[in-house]
């Protein structure tokens, strides 16, 4: 699943990420693209059980990679 939440202003693109999560399965990743690091997702994905990884995009955007951690 992949979910673009460049041009929104927070919080949105937290709640629409964590509103995909609600919807994502055990097996599955949720790929996310952001104009910013999400700084304060970070913790809460680690207090739900999910990992990340974070890459840095040409365009200053960030694609953030979220699975359920096993």
């Known amino acids: 699943m ?14 629409r990420t964590l509103d995909a999560l609600e919807r994502l399965g055990d097996h599955q990743s949720l790929i996310i693209i952001n104009d910013r690091k999400p700084m304060f997702l970070y913790p809460e994905l ?18 953030i990679t979220i699975r359920k951690k096993t």
């Open 46 to 63: 680690e207090e739900r059980g999910y990992s990340h990884d974070t890459v840095s995009l040409e365009d200053g955007s960030y694609q």
């Open 2 to 15: 992949k979910l673009n939440n460049r041009g929104l202003e927070p919080p949105q693109p937290m709640v």
